[in-house]
């Protein structure tokens, strides 16, 4: 899947593309007593033959109870580029290949084994025999065939096309047998693998009859009866009460089975309470009314200093993968913005004096509390593999943005401390970011102060996230904007980013040409990168990406953070991960395995 859009910073992708409700006390809404219990279905040995097994112990029984802030925008996976919509979603779906957060290896999935042609332009995949959706229907090739059908209709409007298109060109996906899927390309395709892990497959026996009545961009909304909305993933959904909670049941399905062939998951089920923001959720953890939770830095020190004397233990990941940026909007479809200040937004001198005025380590120190680091690069530091670090941290320098906007005419003629240009424009602008995030509101302060100081005036106005993602996506009506996106361990899979085409192609998507000869250069380095498969290779064409953004800042990149989590002790087989993605949340990646104490 594409990078998506992270809200918790549950677009909760880019893997590089995941928020009031009640009281969670026994017999409430969002209490376990409230998860339906399911069909009464045990598999015989014979019938589970074919599943994968893990090196994990633990109990059948119980369940868990989370909380994240944010309804889900959708539950059609073609359609969700938000971590609140893709967090859940990861649940209920599986994909062929599996990308280790852990060890970073791609490993069988839906698919048990692999074999490509030394030409790399195609592909034979051996499904895992036994598998069922969580209907009890049976999984099979067709299923993997009608998956990519959707994804290459050019009427549905996915973001996973971009990663799956190669110098231009689809795959051909065609089914061998029932348990066999080729796949061809005309081209030499590198990652290949590393674009196919983050995808997931879809049901075609639910929605091949939708696609074919031209209705499929409306299916599985969130008003859908959650019985058709069937997965080969752990967990289905059961219940969704917008506001509150999402409750989730075990698939009685599954395909992994434990160390001892114990059926996974060992969880009955589960509960997510929806909240309003992120203080919210801290105060549910404290109260013992959720298992686990993503931290801020701030809930950090008083969780750590009580955690001896607690039922909790606190995880420090590591440095996040994806990164948080601020940046301007240059999109002509946007009216509303009046042709001065896309005329600055659109130079690069502009957006490079907007990053020197910038106090990164300030930012990291204070509104990180040291538990993160000032970032210039959408590689974080933990990827060892393509980082390029020969591109050194950037300057706080107010004297060289100053200079820099003197250069384009923009001066201090009023003396009111507000710069203008030629034609007396004040030089403002209006900067949104996901109202219940606590720390992008912080860095839009941070942005606010810095930037008056060289004379630039930012008014913040925060917005509900999914009518965020809506301006982002839709109707492009914003100014500049604080967000972040999910990373991955291949810079490829966020190519809906990146290709001056993408969807995703923050200040100026889906050009038909690429507006500037150094987007037409990322394009082409992205072409390349498809068609080469050695890795050392793809980090030369990665360093320069990297290079051509430092020098442009079309995205400011400001700080990433340590991935922080609590996690109740009852709770065994967590392991929160630095590596989240669209399809890893932070902490549930592998609830599967989650197993009460």
Known sequence: MPIGLIERVAMVALAWSCLAGCHGGAGSETSAESIPNGPKIKLAASDMAGFQRTDVRGKPGGRFIDATYGDPKT???????ETSSTDHLSLVFATLVFRNPVTLDLEPALAESWTSARDRMSWLFHLRKGVKWSDGRPFTADDVVFTFGLIYDRNIPTTLRDNLTFAGHDLSCRAVDEETVEFKSPVRIGPFLDALAPTPILPKHKLEPIWRAGKYNTAWALDTPPEEIVGTGPFTIVKYTPGQS????????????????????????????????????ILRFNSKETDYAWLRPTDWIPL????????????????????????????????KIPDYKREWFSKKEFRQA?????????????????????????????????????????????????ALLAGMGLSNRNADGVLVDGAG?????????????????????????NLRKIGVKVVIMPVEFNSLVEKLRT????????????????????????????????????????????????????????????????KVIYDRWQAILYEQQPMIFLI??????????RIANARPNALPGPTLPLIRWNCYEFSEQ
């Open 246 to 281: 999402l409750t989730f049941r075990r698939n009685p399905y599954y395909w992994k089975l434990a160390a001892d062939g114990v059926q996974l998951p060992f969880l009955t089920g589960g509960v997510t309470q929806i909240v309003p923001d992120r203080n919210t959720l």
């Open 475 to 538: 109707t492009f009506d914003w100014e500049a904007n604080v967000l972040g996106f999910t990373a991955g361990a291949e810079p490829y899979t966020g190519r809906n980013i990146w290709m001056s085409s993408g969807i995703s192609h923050v200040w100026y998507p889906r050009q038909k040409h690429p507006a500037t000869a150094w987007e037409a250069e990322i394009d082409s380095m992205f072409d390349a990168a498809a068609g080469e498969p050695d890795v050392k290779k793809r």
């Open 304 to 335: 750590k200093e009580a955690e001896s004397a607690g039922d909790y233990k606190t995880i420090n990941a590591g440095p996040m993968w994806g990164f948080t940026y601020l940046s301007f909007n240059v999109n002509p479809a946007n009216k």
């Open 75 to 81: 539950f059609n996976y073609l359609l969700a580029n």
């Open 560 to 569: 990433t953070e340590d991935s922080l989590a609590a996690v109740r002790k």
């Open 354 to 402: 907007i990053a020197f005025a910038l106090d990164r380590d300030n930012m990291a120190a204070t509104v990180l509390r040291g538990m993160g680091r000032a970032l210039w690069s959408p590689v974080s530091i933990a990827d060892k593999r393509y980082f390029n670090s020969g591109l050194p941290p950037p300057p706080f320098d107010p004297a060289k943005a100053t």
């Open 425 to 449: 424009h004040p030089v403002e602008f209006t900067l949104l970011t996901n109202n219940n995030n606590d720390i992008r509101k912080s860095l839009c302060t941070a942005i606010q102060e």
